[in-house]
């Protein structure tokens, strides 16, 4: 993949994220606060825990961390993958901010 290929896909994917947050604080009272600057978006929880998202250019990674730790995407032609084998990126982005929320909600691209 180039590296303007590498960054159409990971700025898709953090757009999805925005339009995710936006999409729950308005059908629920999850109340996450999203803050993005440049290649990185920080979640914030009413609880004050935090998830954050950053794109690591030269490795052509996307990188999650959450309470439960750090974790490492790349694209693997279809979908982003962790690099040990701990599944897709939005299934676990999903699972993390449930965590942390305290509800279940979805995230999806």
Request: with cysteine; aromatic share 10%; proline share 2%.
């Amino acid at each position: 993949m180039t590296d303007l290929e590498y960054m159409d896909r990971a700025e898709a994917v953090l757009q999805a994220i925005e339009l995710a947050c936006d999409r729950i604080n308005d059908e629920s009272d999850a109340d996450i606060d999203n803050q993005r600057v440049g290649g990185m978006i920080t979640l914030t929880f009413a609880n004050r825990s935090q998830i954050v998202i950053n794109l690591q250019k030269p490795l052509q990674e996307i990188w999650l961390a959450a309470r439960s730790g750090g974790y490492h995407y790349q694209f693997d032609g279809s979908q982003w993958q962790d690099t040990k084998g701990q599944g897709e990126f939005f299934a676990h982005l999903t699972r993390e901010v449930s965590a942390q929320a305290g509800q279940p909600l979805v995230f999806s691209f």
